[in-house]
T-cell receptor, first 113, second 112 residues
Framework: KQEVTQIPAALSVPEGENLVLNCSFT??????LQWFRQDPGKGLTSLLL?????REQTSGRLNASLDKSSGRSTLYIAASQPGDSATYLC????????????FGAGTTVTVRA | KAGVTQTPRYLIKTRGQQVTLSCSPI?????VSWYQQTPGQGLQFLFE???????NKGNFPGRFSGRQFSNSRSEMNVSTLELGDSALYLC???????????FGPGTRLTVL
């Protein structure tokens, strides 16, 4: 069974600081990994998708890396802003369990102005 | 391009009733998945449909069912509601199922 872990569960940083969010997974044979953002009471917004053959993806201030051999992904958010305050979730899809996202519990980020 | 839409956005039901939730995927997407989100259990997979066929199912009782129509729209039904069914129900669409997933705003179900 795929286990996805996100540490820390919560993070508070001053505005302007870079954010580093961690995601680890037990089964390295993933199909792809996706990072999401969720605001309170809302749906999930897709941030980045990393295919299993890729090492990283970038979009604006966001950069996500993937190391399948160690079962880790890291999401970097540069120059954080109060608007970045949200819960960030990572999820993986396994070839053996197609079409199902296995989620971590998320990291809740607060950026202080 | 319009995003994933879910209706209704909020529902209040009483124990024993049944409920039907609807999801319209992004145009061109043929895979629709459903997830339940609760504070205690996080996000849990319910089922996935592609071309009107259920391809994967999570570990939920038979009271939870779903279907997909020829236009890729999907519905999920929960019968004999229990207090523990109170949750945010999210649907996601993707092109074929293993691609990038896009989520709708969710339906907040409260069971009294």
């Amino acid at each position: 069974k795929q286990e996805v872990t996100q540490i820390p569960a919560a993070l508070s940083v001053p505005e302007g600081e870079n954010l580093v969010l961690n995601c680890s997974f037990t089964d390295s044979a993933i199909y792809n990994l996706q990072w999401f953002r969720q605001d309170p009471g809302k749906g999930l917004t897709s941030l980045l998708l990393i295919q299993s053959s890729q090492r990283e993806q970038t979009s604006g201030r966001l950069n996500a890396s993937l190391d399948k051999s160690s079962g880790r992904s890291t999401l970097y958010i540069a120059a954080s802003q109060p608007g970045d305050s949200a819960t960030y979730l990572c999820a993986v899809i396994l070839p053996s369990n197609d079409y199902k996202l296995s989620f971590g519990a998320g990291t809740t980020v607060t950026v202080r102005a | 391009k319009a995003g994933v839409t879910q209706t209704p956005r909020y529902l209040i039901k009483t124990r024993g009733q049944q409920v039907t939730l609807s999801c319209s995927p992004i145009s061109g997407h043929r895979s629709v998945s459903w997830y339940q989100q609760t504070p205690g259990q996080g996000l849990q997979f319910l089922f996935e449909y592609f071309s009107e066929t259920q391809r994967n199912k999570g570990n939920f009782p038979g009271r939870f069912s779903g279907r997909q129509f020829s236009n890729s729209r999907s519905e999920m039904n929960v019968s004999t509601l229990e207090l523990g069914d109170s949750a945010l129900y999210l649907c996601a669409s993707s092109l074929t199922g293993n691609n990038e997933q896009f989520f709708g705003p969710g339906t907040r179900l409260t069971v009294l």
